[in-house]
């Protein structure tokens, strides 16, 4: 038994290197091999409606109980790591506690209202995938880009261009802060507890819990063996094990095995669920009542998301460039629309990090807080660039191919005379037109009249796909005098 502990750590380990490693990358060659591990994560699969994975996951827990939590969930490795810390620090440190059924059915219920109703800031709060992206997006991220800038800038010194510096940004201040909160509330609550957020607050969690109620494997106790010392409750990060009344809550039990390694009488195994255990018909019955009942609700949830898818010139002084106003906010092309990115993303922001021109960051309106939005300060959506919709786990930002997306409407050009520069300066210009690659911007006479007179662009709108080349080139400070005005719902053109 000591074996399966192990191997399950040994594959947390391994899981959790690996998700980690999509949000370091800045390359893009981690997404080519291991972009599958943000795909099979429980939350992002349902709303993506990968059925074939949902059914694996569901299936992986009917057998096995709730190792998805302990093995693939990056949040719930990485609480584990906390916890482990904290039994360093002071052995046989917890304790049985009875369920929070409650609470638990409670933000289930919240996280299913959020889905039905399209409030993704709250789904966005509570799915634990998407909280260990964050964390690994604004915290684990730029300590890791700096890691690498010194080894450039090491390299560099003996000679050697091996490695390359990468510019460090904030991307965003609400997210960081977000994430930082979060990371500081779980490593609290896992030093101390545990499984704590895993089995009161993680709707996840609660929801694999009563197919796990079920499960054909789970660690059993033997009554015949066990001599009531009770190191295994004083062992268990989930508060799961009653010793005085030999009986385990599997719906809490993440099948971490730290119990059948504590018992030195051999009395806990991990084997085929027994009908002799200490659970009541009518706790069964109950525990059936409310996994058909949330089956019930996530389904209908699902249903209702199924309906919604569709299968520098140098001109002028060098400050840094202002965020425009704009009407509508830009999402990037395979979102279909914002209504589609806002219903289907779980701000996890690996499109954010994945993002090779600086254009993604996460949104500061509380409407869509942390979701990805596109901004044209730093860079453009560059035509043959497709990498956000490759590593979407959630179908927010479907897979689209170069050819589509050359042909895909997300906003158009807007044309700002009071700060043009041929206008202002009296000096030619045109970056906006020479740099458009959809060629939807032209230069023409400023007076018709008057064939000499400066000339500036004009956008045709039915051409111009968005792409922010222009705004982004434009040498006007602090405001450019093109830039994008996003599209509620794009169009091909």
């Not at 993704?120 to 890691?147: C, D, E, H, T």
């Not at 494997?217 to 005085?244: E, F, H, Q």
């Not at 009986?247 to 095995?257: E, G, L, N, P, Q």
């Not at 914002?338 to 779980?346: E, M, R, V, W, Y």
């Amino acid at each position: 038994m000591k074996i399966l502990k192990g191997i399950r750590r040994a594959l947390a380990i391994v899981s959790i290197i690996t998700v980690t490693l999509l949000f370091l990358d800045f390359t893009g060659s981690a997404h080519a091999w291991l972009g599958w591990m943000a795909k099979i994560q429980f939350l992002p699969a349902l709303l993506a409606l990968n059925v074939g994975i949902i059914i694996a996951l569901v299936a992986l827990t009917l057998i096995f109980g709730r190792i998805y939590c302990s093995v693939i969930c990056p949040l719930g490795i990485m609480q584990d790591g906390f916890a482990w810390l904290g039994l360093k620090a002071r052995r046989n440190r917890y304790s049985y506690s009875p369920a929070k059924t409650a609470l638990r059915y409670v933000m289930l219920a919240v996280m299913v209202a959020a889905i039905i109703g399209g409030a993704g800031v709250i789904v966005a709060l509570l799915a634990p995938y998407s909280a260990y992206g964050r964390i690994a997006q604004s915290i684990l991220s730029p300590i890791w880009l700096w890691a690498n800038n010194l080894l450039a800038q090491w390299a560099e010194s003996h000679d050697s261009y091996a490695f390359y510096t990468i510019d460090i940004w904030l991307k965003g201040g609400v997210t960081l802060m977000v994430a930082a909160l979060t990371l500081v509330i779980l490593a609290a609550l896992a030093w101390r507890g545990g499984r704590t957020y895993c089995n009161t607050v993680c709707p996840v969690g609660t929801l694999l819990g009563f197919l796990s109620a079920h499960s054909l494997l789970r660690p059993v106790i033997d009554t015949s063996k066990c001599n009531g010392c009770g190191l295994c409750a004083r062992n268990c990060k989930s508060a799961c094990i009653d010793s005085k009344n030999h009986a385990i809550d599997y719906s809490r039990c993440v099948t971490c095995m730290d119990c059948i390694g504590k018992c030195h009488k051999g009395a806990i195994s991990y084997t085929l669920a027994r009908t002799a255990t200490k659970t009541s018909g009518d706790a069964t019955d109950n525990s059936r009542r409310q996994f058909l009942t949330a089956t019930a609700a996530i389904s209908a949830s699902m249903a209702l998301r199924a309906q919604e898818k569709t299968v520098d010139g140098g001109l002028a002084a060098i400050t840094d460039k202002k965020i425009p106003e704009r009407k509508t906010r830009i999402v990037p092309p395979g979102a279909l629309g914002i209504s589609n990115l806002s219903s289907h993303c779980t701000a996890c922001q690996l499109c954010v990090s994945a993002c090779p021109n600086d254009v993604l960051r996460p949104s500061t309106d509380l409407a869509t807080l942390m979701q990805p939005e596109s901004s044209y300060e730093r860079g453009y959506c560059r035509p043959e660039c497709t990498r956000c919709s490759e590593v979407c786990p959630t179908g927010a930002i479907r897979p689209i191919s170069v050819a589509d997306k050359s042909s895909v409407q997300i906003g158009h050009a807007v044309w700002i005379k009071a700060n043009c520069v041929p206008l202002t300066d009296g000096v030619e210009c045109g970056n906006c037109a020479r740099h458009c690659p959809a060629g939807a911007i032209s230069m023409v006479v400023s007076d018709s009249g008057n064939p000499s007179s400066p000339k500036i662009p004009v956008v045709n709108t039915e051409r111009c796909i968005g792409c922010g080349a222009c705004e982004n080139l434009c040498p006007a400070r602090p405001f450019s005098a093109i830039y994008v005005e996003g599209h509620e719902k794009h169009r091909e053109i």
